[in-house]
């Protein structure tokens, strides 16, 4: 037995639909975003990698607190695919698509097929929507358990005022059992949920004041729902009541995000209003005059609509304001305001990410706006298709703006690739493309593991080995035969006297340059023994002051064996859980003495990657020292040594045999040329 022609043209359309909506969540994943944010990484390897560990949290208090739902899923799809762009990104991009999905089933039960489409559409093609089904953050998993809460709401609102009470429930089961799950599931996904259960009370009072008989029929169920999602978030709560005790004293773990960001609440709180005032101002403006400042999720300042939509938006919030006796009005107003409001008390205002709850919300209105015109023009032209043509040319010019914003001048920005990391993305596919090299360095920024961890991902193969190194500061010439080879992104670029070991460069792609080391490079045949041994395999080979303005010191270094790390290194969220450590585990020290022996000066640090060194490689690094100024005589010594921040334990210098000698090197200080 066929459908009915109706509902076989609906079920067709919303499989195209769909088949959009997955089309542009999926495709250019390697474009846009153009290579790896920070937090995507700390998602992937530390969040999700501590269940693949085998630790099983109920919340994360690294990364300044995250709920677990989206980490846990995370984890079990790199359990299948491993580590790549395609696994980082396909939850999301599921979850985008089913928000899809939902959207027009909340649309079409509450206002029809029409408005359900145009909305989904609306949703299927936004910047906002899709910068969050394309990138692996957690914020994406609350918008399709939202409306999945406000659908079971109606339906349980449609049972309890149906004529047939007292019926056998309909397929499907308690629809306030189910609520009160989701509402509750909804908690582990990002904090903005935790305004679901203050939705279901304000409704409530809104039934309660204006529709009584409907409150009187409902009010059970509603009660059912809260106390159902309270206790499904009570392990949650417990979990975040105990991370707040742990980090207390140090200000992180557990919702320290929350604190970071409140800052206009805590002027409000000391007597200064303005903070959150003008917070709310440029809140209310995201839709049609200033968007989310940030360049990490929208074209900085880009509002959410062009101004006609922007208008059409407040048009609906206008007319459910005109029409708030209806209950499916209203709660649309409840559900934007609370939607906004944690971007009316954190900063930045106008953020998408802080309002993602009032998502599906924004893209209703103006449809809803444009089918209520589009009647009215109809009634009074009746041969005019006026709704189909405004939501077409709505949709159409959205689309226009949102699609190539997104894919073509976001990904473009300057700001945008260096926040996400494109220049070690273009690097990891040179790479690929040339299996020859074996043994490259990169210029990095050294920012914590992230840049590597970055080109791990990104590279498709497993026998090139990739040093990493800040050309401000140091330079790696690899053990391999021949020249090293280097690879410069956009930032940083080599400093004096870097710059001047370097060969001529090459561009082999936008904003990624090629450079050479020659093999005979003078620098590094200065000694043909070690000038000091140290017990974690490293060799420092020469020292000496380079000349020109203040105090400038050169040490090279050759990677003796593999470098010893006790404890290993692990990989840790950053800002890291309470009392746990996330810096540097190997520095060297160097400091300027006088005559006596004193402290002059120092310059502590290592510019190069030692998890990237390999045995037979060496390094030069920089190390600039600023003489006090009341120091009476200029420095007649130096000491040089290793050292790991974790403990501030030092390394010790060894002889031949491995037996400890000292926990520095004693130097004078000789000039030479650069």
Known sequence: MTAPRPVARRLAWMVCLLLLAWGLRLCCLEGAPPGWRDDELINIHALSGEVLAGRFPLYFTGA??????????HAGVHAVLGFNVLSAH????????????????????????????????????????????????????????????VYLLWRGLDAACSPQRGAPPRRGGNPWLLLGVVVGLSLYTYPAARLLPALLVLFGGYLALVHRETFRRCWRGLLLALIVAGIAALPLGAAIAQGRSEAAAEGIGADARLAELSIPLRELRAGDPRPLLENVWTTLGMFHATGDPEWLYNVAGRPVFHLPGGLLLWAGVLLCGWRWREPRSALLLLWLGLGMLPTFVSIPPASLSHTILAQPVVYLLPVLTLVRIGRWLEVRWRRLPATGLLLLLFLASHAARDLGDYFVVWPQQGMVRFLYRADYRAAARYLDAHPELDGIVVGSGLMG????????????????????????????????????????????????????????????????????????LDLFSLASAPVARFANGL??????????????????????????????????????????????????????????????????????????LRPGDRFAQVHRLVLPSAASAGPSGLEVGLYDPLDGQRWSVVDSGGRSLSDRVLLPLSSGPE
Do not use: K
């Open 539 to 612: 060799e420092l080979t020469h020292a000496r002051q380079l000349d020109g303005e203040g105090v400038a010191l050169l040490t090279v270094w050759r990677v003796a064996a593999p470098l010893a790390f006790d404890p290993p290194v692990e990989i840790v969220a950053n800002p890291p859980p309470p009392g746990v450590y996330s810096g540097p585990r190997l520095a060297v020290f160097s400091h300027l003495l006088a005559t006596d022996g004193a402290f002059l000066a120092g310059d502590d640090g290592l510019w190069v990657d030692p998890l990237t």
């Open 90 to 149: 396909i939850l999301s991009v599921f979850l985008g698509t089913l928000t899809v999905a939902l959207i027009y089933s909340l649309a079409r039960r509450l206002w029809g097929h029409l408005v359900g489409m145009a909305v989904a559409l609306a949703v299927a093609i936004s910047f906002w929507a899709l910068m969050y089904s394309r990138i692996a953050l957690r914020h994406v998993s609350l918008p399709p358990l939202a409306l999945l809460a």
């Open 64 to 73: 300044s607190g995250h709920e677990p739902l989206y980490h846990y899923l």
């Open 449 to 520: 593991p992230w840049d590597r961890l970055a080109l791990e991902v990104d590279l498709r193969r497993d026998d090139v080995a990739v040093r990493l190194f800040n050309p401000e500061r140091a330079l790696v010439w690899t053990a391999e035969d021949g020249p090293t080879i280097v690879l410069l992104t956009a930032w940083p670029q080599p400093l004096p006297p870097v710059d001047g070991w370097l060969g001529s460069p090459e561009t082999i792609a936008p904003h990624l340059t090629r450079c050479s080391v020659p093999a005979a």
